[in-house]
Structure formats: C-alpha cells, structure tokens
C-alpha cells in the first residue's frame, strides 16, 4: 500500500468517521503492547523457575525499568503530542525539529543513566527495596538492563512520534519484533545456555536494540515520515518548555509508579521474599491487561492531537465517548475472566512457593475488581494530555501511582498486615476514579464551549 503524504494524513485524521478511524489505528499498538506486556510477563515467568529470591530480583529492577520508561514516556509522549498538534497546524518545520529533539535528548540521558547506575550498582539494588538474598540476583539482572537503557528511551520517542503521525503500523513493526526476539532468547539462555537471571537480562537488552535499529530505519526510510535530523536538533528552552508540558504527566505516571513500586518492595520486604516475588507477578500480569487499554487509547491519541491542532473540537469530544465505551466494556470483560483463573495464573508463575499463590492471588483479585475504574482513569488521562492541558493531566497521572498509592502502602498494612500490601494498589484506584471525574467534567464542559466559538466563527 502506498504510504499517505502529510495532506493525505491530514484528511484522513480530519474527516474519517472516528468510530472508523480509531480502531484502524488502534490495533497496530494494541499489538504492540501487548508483546511488549507479553515478553515482560515471559522475563517474569522464565525467572521464577529458577526461585522464588530469583523472582523477586525481576520486580526489583522493574523499578529501575519504569525510571527509565518515565524519561522515555516524557520525551515521547511530550514529543508524539507536539508533533501532532504541529501537523494538524500543518507546521511540518516544527514537528521535524520537536522529533529530533526529544530522539537525542532523550539518547543523551539514557547515556548518563547507563553510566552512572553502572557505577553504583550494588547501592541501587539496596535502594529499589531488595534484600540480602535478592541482591546478587537484582545486580545481575540490573547490569544489562542500563546498558540498554539509552536504546530504550530513545526507542519510546520513535516509537510515539511515529504513532503521532498516524504510522502506529511502523511502530509496531519495531515494538512487536523485538518483544517477539527477547520471548525466543528468554528459554534459549536462560536454560540452554545455563546463564540464569542473566540471561533474561541479555534478552532483554538485545531484544531492546532490535527494535531501536527497526524504528530508526522506519523513521528515517520511510517517505512521509518525519524524519530524525542531528542537523535539525533544537535544544531551545520554548521548545523543551512545550516537550515537557506535555510529556510531563508520562513522568507523573511512570515516575511515580517506579517510587510507588519501590515502597511496596521496602513495606513488603518485612513478609519475605514469596511477598514481594507475589506482588511482582501481580503487577506485571495487571500491565499486560491493561495494556490493552493503553494500546487502544493510543491510537485515540493522534486523532485527539490533531483534531484539536485542527481546532475540530466536536471530533475530539466524539472521539472521547467513542473510547471511554469500548475502555469500560474491554475492560469488564477481562477482569470478569482473570477474576474467575486468578489463583492458576498465579500458579504458574511459581507453582512451588504457596505462600506466592496465596499472596498474588488475594491481591490479583483485588485489583481486578477496579478494573473500569481504570478504564475511565486512563482515558481521561490521554484525553487531557493529547490536547495539552498538562497539569491536569499530571494530576490524574500522579493520582493512581503517588498522591493515592504511596499513602495508601504507608496506611494500610500498619494496620491490615500483608492484606494492606494486597489492596493499596485497588484502594488508590477508587481515589483517583473520583479525582478523574472532576476533571473530566471540567475539561469536557471547556471543550464544548470552544466547539460552540469555532462554529459561530465559522458561520460569520
């Protein structure tokens, strides 16, 4: 198929019925995170046999993990969003330049990281809540995990600068091939070549430049792409100014959810290892549910941005209800099943540790019964931040993983024991569901009106 120049893109994201529209651009990233989910979930599954101290040291360095996602979450979503409000003002220029900015800024800093979270490597593992018998699993799990991490940030802003422009299949060409590689090495050295929690670290991290080399040919060989430039590299305050404002509630989110998941590590640490392991499954199996969501919502987000670049204010609102629908019935439906299997998907995970199976499922259960809550969450989440209202947007990203769930682990088990451990997560989703519903009402009531001023402009 012959790829859409800018003009073409234009039209399509302008005029194309959204109930149409979205989903086409919607399943290529639902695929995309889903692999990612899955291979994160495999990571997590292939570890496990090898212990339950083993298992533990996975949710150990997700925390780290999600660090690292939040600057590249900033970046690329800050970046994606600006270069789509750009196009849909048909400023071509603008978004080149905001592209290679976020690409590089974000591989610089990715750099940094790699190097000085080398440097202090065993500090960091202490840091991220592990104990004495997780460590020397965590640390060797962690090592390969920076070397990758400036191709995974830089990967991020691709990946969302990409979708921003309507190209979420080229995106999922280089998200999907390298999830699908680390799934196939994850065995391979794990077992085959006897290097343990090392080698789920080495899949990853190969897995991890795979897809960065993807997404770089997709972004620089494809005509009708916006290209990433050195030469077109702008690190000008305005424009980081505009990056940040709308890359800020990713970090809002994903930072916080690394804070939150290292004070879940530190509180549990007190029950044993089997707690923090059982946490770690719980929590890698609610992503890759709501992975689905993200995916979903993702490809609302560039028809949001340029809709709302485009000052079609009726399209945006249109394309809101549209998903807020299909996120609270996809939703439903998969926590109703995971509700149902929950104890045999815990089980799987560590079939030999009861305490695991016990733990992870008591809080399995509780997290999926908030499941529409998050739905909700969620889309007003990307509504607000697609269209650049960034602080209320960050308020809604801060709520579910820090201005709810870190007092809610502080609270609760003091007085419910590991049960509190089990529902902080769930406790802090009913919180943040009714912070969510103010703002939206607000926003949706802002976006009427500007409706209203565009129609009678037009009709002057």
């Known amino acids: 198929m012959k790829p859409m120049n800018q003009q073409e893109r234009y039209e399509q994201m302008t005029n194309v019925p959204v109930s149409k529209l979205i989903p086409g ?32 040291a996975v949710g150990i360095t997700f925390s780290a993990m999600a660090m690292i996602q939040a600057i590249g979450f900033t970046f690329g979503t800050g970046s994606g969003n600006y270069v789509s409000r750009s196009l849909g003002d048909r400023n071509e220029d603008l978004a080149e330049k905001i592209a290679s900015t976020g690409f590089f800024t974000a591989m610089g800093i990715g750099v940094f990281i790699m190097i000085t979270g080398l440097l202090f490597l065993r500090q960091l593992v202490f840091f991220l809540g592990a104990t004495d018998t997780i460590a020397p699993y965590a640390m060797d799990y962690a090592r390969f995990i920076l070397l990758a991490a400036p191709f995974m940030m830089s990967s991020f802003v691709m990946n969302n600068v990409l979708r921003s422009q309507g190209n979420a299949l080229y995106s999922m060409i280089g998200i999907t091939t390298g999830g699908i590689l680390n799934m196939i090495l994850d065995p391979i050295l794990i077992f085959g070549m006897g290097m343990g929690i090392s080698g789920a670290a080495v899949a990853t991290m190969i897995s991890q430049v795979t ?26 305050w305005n424009l980081y100014g505009e ?28 029950y044993g290892d089997s707690a923090i392991a059982a946490m770690s499954i719980v929590n890698r199996f609610m992503m890759f549910i709501n992975s689905a969501l993200i995916g979903f919502g993702q490809g609302f987000q560039p028809v949001c941005g340029f809709n709302f670049g485009a000052k079609r204010y009726d399209r945006v609102l249109s394309a809101y209800w549209f998903c807020v629908k299909v996120a609270i019935l996809m939703l439903s439906v998969f926590g109703v099943i995971a509700f149902v299997f929950s104890q045999p998907i815990i089980t799987a995970f560590r079939r030999e540790d009861m305490e695991v199976i016990a ?9 999926l019964l908030t499941l529409p809550f998050q739905a909700w969450v969620i889309m007003v989440n990307m509504l607000t931040q697609s269209i650049g209202f960034g602080f209320r947007a960050s308020l809604v990203a801060m709520g579910r993983q820090g201005l709810f769930l870190i007092p809610s682990l502080l609270i609760l088990p003091k007085h419910l024991g ?4 089990e529902i902080a997560q769930p406790v802090a989703d009913v919180f943040t569901f009714i912070l969510a519903s103010f703002i939206a009402i607000q926003v949706i009531k802002e976006l009427k009106t500007m409706s209203k001023m565009q129609t009678m402009v037009q009709t002057v």
């Open 25 to 56: 651009l919607a399943i290529p990233t639902i695929i995309s995170m889903l692999v990612t989910s899955i291979y994160n979930m495999a990571d997590t599954f292939f570890v496990s046999q090898l212990g339950t101290s083993a298992s533990g």
């Open 211 to 236: 897809s960065f080399m993807i997404l770089l040919a997709q972004s620089n060989g494809r005509s009708g792409c916006i290209r990433l430039r050195f030469k077109k590299f702008t690190p000008k």
């Open 243 to 270: 990056i940040l404002h709308a890359g800020l509630p990713s970090f809002c989110r994903q930072g916080l959810a690394s804070v939150g998941i290292v004070t879940l590590n530190v509180l549990a640490g007190p």
């Open 359 to 367: 733990i992870g499922t008591v809080a399995l259960r509780a997290s």
């Open 418 to 421: 590991i049960l509190g451990i």
